[in-house]
């Protein structure tokens, strides 16, 4: 990589015509910027990376230290003369890119690809968009760091090494347009691994036995647990065990042994950071990932507010850290005091540690940039979405500074006494809310499923009370395989394995589902035939590279990287040389296919199940001398949340002359179809775009919640969010895509990654 030119003399330089310009992404966050600086300066957006390795060729010269070769990107080309034009009147330019390593690169190549370097430049940092924010940025402004430059190029090259290398060989092995990620194939990898312990298990039966005991007017629950003068837990496997039991209890007196009363507090969840902010928008609004960053980003870049004008209403919204700033939290402690009283102020501000795996702590939490500006009040402003998203993002940050939740927890050990048997202990407990504190607010979600069980409070009892037995509940239960990960617990599991980054993880869902590795069911991920085959043989031949704890290892690399305490070149030499070795190896890797006991009607020879662009299919295997094949009977995939519109039957999913549908079970019994979903969010009203026909049979996308929206585009809808303001994408041509909101063009990273 070239060095950076040296930053001239500001008193050197040509006099410009005395306004400053400033350059960002996206047109948005230009305009929010614009009106808050007013008339003395000009605000550019460069509509994302200017730069990048070519869409043809490796791009990288291994022979050169990996040195990458960079590429002005053609759609690009009217925003760079512009931004190249602008800067050559202006007095400074200040580089108001997002603040992680990507915004620091994307300032950086916007030096090399605009001439700026040879004007007086300054780098300015905005971790949010309000006039304060801004007037404190400018004040403090710096170069650039070419540490997170370096960081985000050696990213940028080791995802191209793997997926330039690693995709033809799927291409080879198992069929064309498949793709591999340095990030995106240990993501499946967890998630085949996890359907494989669902496939494998075997359930096993236990029963539990409650008492429902009482004492005077009160009555409560309690479990058997064990023998009173053992210590183990007692197992029943079976109904026979059960009802022995059973008899025992009924005959028995019951006398507590012991009795506890505590209170509990409970302190409030942190602020939010990338990925609490998706699985909890997961969890209490039904957000994919993608969705809550596309709305994140619209909150961040700013909303019209009347005559207040294009307002930033939260902070920066790709990071990892739980740091909230001093003037956020004397804000939040001043409005806890005003709304809801001194007993809800704990006595100090609260500081939080993020757990991250490799977190980077470079910006504040997701945080609104007011916490005065409550959600009610600019409700009128803001979409359905944006407010619950807001409205999420708000409570959360006034909650963290509140007071402890405060329960009184009850317990009781019982002793079940029957003349000639061993005791039998049962236990009862039980949590009442006695001080809601941060709770009179905010409750976080929970990815676990709660059981619907009568809950009966503990009443006050002693040591020596008898109790009297009402009934005995005895059930059968059955051990349950783990569950499926959904969006938000696989962004957990992401993020404690220290893999990716904030900015990575919806993009790696998205890509997962663009390529027909997972399907969605329900809110479950779930891999399919295609994504095991790909993840069976990535395992199986680059174990090394879709290892969790190497993928973990490399994003420690890339941290050290961007703090200067590692040069990037041996990095990448690390990762490249058994790169190189492996695929070696792994040539000599048969084909995916399966061997049926079918023969070949022209040739005689064994048929076998390939893998094609529509699917499995079966064909000769003496291809290519025989060219022999047809369709696999029942290749189908069920998509369980899908219900036929004829029959309410589950819906499977079928190729056919223009491409995926789905179609009923039951078919030819019942011919009921329907669209198949893009994946791809409606801008309009946040819901699912799928493709339709016209009365001409000309396809084109619609909002799934037609009539009550009409949204419409002729054109494929990408799940990837645009790159530069969060919008929607338009496929374009083989591999480029546009914004619809925007006009930003060029290939979406997610495609990127995986096939370059």
């Known amino acids: 990589m070239c060095a950076l030119p040296t930053r001239p003399d500001p008193e050197a330089a040509a006099e410009g015509d005395g306004r400053d310009l400033v350059v960002v992404e996206s047109p948005a966050k230009a305009r929010t910027i614009a009106n808050i600086l007013g008339r003395g300066y000009e605000v550019l957006a460069s509509l994302g990376h200017v730069r990048d390795l070519p869409k043809r060729g490796l791009g990288v010269d291994v022979e050169k230290g990996f040195l990458p070769t960079y590429v002005l990107l053609k759609e690009k080309e009217k925003a760079v003369r512009r931004i190249k034009e602008a800067a050559q009147r202006a007095r400074t330019i200040y580089l108001a890119t997002d603040p992680d390593r990507e915004g620091e690169a994307i300032a950086w190549h916007l030096l090399q690809a605009a001439d700026l370097a040879q004007r007086p430049y300054k780098r300015v940092v ?89 004492k005077g007017d009160a009555s409560f629950r309690a479990r058997l647990v064990g023998y009173s003068e053992d210590k183990g837990k007692l197992e029943i496997p079976n109904e026979a065990e059960a009802q022995r039991l059973v008899s025992l209890l009924s005959s028995a007196t019951y006398r507590v042994t012991k009795f506890d009363k505590r209170v509990q507090p409970r302190r409030p969840p942190p602020p939010f950071i990338t990925s609490t902010l998706q699985q909890e928008a997961a969890r209490r609004l039904g957000f994919t990932a993608q969705k809550t960053m596309i709305i994140a980003q619209q909150l961040y870049e700013g909303i019209p507010l009347g005559h207040q004008g294009e307002t930033g209403l939260i902070t920066y919204m790709r990071t990892d850290s739980t740091h909230l700033a001093q003037v956020a939290v004397e804000e939040a402690r001043r409005f806890i005091l005003e709304r809801f009283g001194k007993e809800f102020l704990p006595p100090s501000p609260r500081q939080y540690k993020t757990k991250v795996k490799n977190a980077q702590e470079a910006h504040e939490a997701i945080r609104p940039t007011s916490i005065f500006r409550e959600p009610e009040s600019i409700r009128s402003y803001l979409t359905d979405d944006q407010f619950q998203l807001y409205r999420l993002i708000w409570q959360r940050t006034v909650a963290c500074q509140m007071a402890d939740a405060r329960s009184e927890v009850r317990s009781a050990d019982i002793v079940a006494e029957t003349p000639g048997e061993k005791g039998l202990l049962l236990r009862a407990s039980s949590s009442v809310l006695v001080f809601p504190g941060y709770r009179q607010l905010y409750s976080e979600g929970s990815d676990e499923e709660e059981e619907d069980e009568e809950s009966l409070e503990l009443p006050p009892l002693a040591p020596g009370d008898v109790l009297a037995l009402l009934r005995l509940e005895p059930r059968q239960h059955f051990t349950e395989p783990p569950r499926r990960y959904t969006e938000a617990t696989l962004v957990k599991a992401l993020e404690e394995k220290g893999i990716g980054r904030p900015s990575t993880y919806a993009t790696i869902i998205a890509t997962l589902l663009e390529r027909g590795y997972v399907v969605r069911e329900g809110r479950h991920l779930r891999p399919t035939e295609l994504g095991m085959v790909v993840a069976d043989m990535l395992v199986q031949y680059f174990p090394q590279f879709v290892d969790v704890e190497f993928t973990a290892e490399m994003e420690d690399r890339l941290d050290e990287i961007a703090r200067g305490e590692r040069p990037w070149q041996p990095v990448v030499q690390g990762f490249y040389v058994p790169l190189q070795a492996a695929l070696q190896r792994a040539e000599a890797a048969p084909k995916a296919m399966q061997v049926t006991d079918e023969t070949c009607p022209q040739c005689g020879n064994a048929l076998v199940v390939r893998w094609g662009r529509r699917g499995r299919f079966l064909s000769c295997s003496a291809f290519p001398r025989c060219r022999f094949s047809r369709p696999l009977e029942g290749e189908e995939t069920p998509i369980s949340h899908h219900r036929c519109p004829e029959c309410d039957s589950p819906m499977v999913v079928r190729d056919g002359r223009y491409g995926r549908f789905l179609a009923c079970s039951r078919f030819p019994q019942c011919r009921g179809r329907r669209p198949l979903g893009t994946g791809a969010p409606c801008p309009k009203c946040g819901g699912e775009l799928v493709e339709r026909r016209d009365q001409r049979r000309r396809p084109f996308y619609g909002c799934s919640r037609y009539p009550d929206c009409d949204y419409t585009v002729r054109h494929r809808p990408l799940p990837e969010p645009c790159p530069s303001c969060g919008g929607l994408l338009l496929a374009q041509g083989s591999r480029g895509a546009r914004c619809v909101q925007c006009r930003w063009q060029g290939e979406p990273q997610a495609l990127g990654e995986a096939t370059s």
């Open 126 to 214: 905005l971790h949010e968009i309000t006039s304060q924010a801004i007037q404190d940025a400018f004040r403090h402004p710096r170069g650039i760091d070419m540490h997170l430059v370096e960081a985000q190029q050696a990213r940028r090259i080791l995802d191209r090494l793997l997926g330039y290398l690693l995709s033809p060989f799927l291409w080879r092995k198992v069929r064309g347009g498949l793709s591999a990620g340095r990030v995106q194939s240990v993501a499946l990898r967890l998630l085949v691994e996890r359907e494989r312990e669902i496939q494998g298990f075997s359930p096993q039966e236990y029963w539990t036995i409650d008492a429902i005991l009482a």
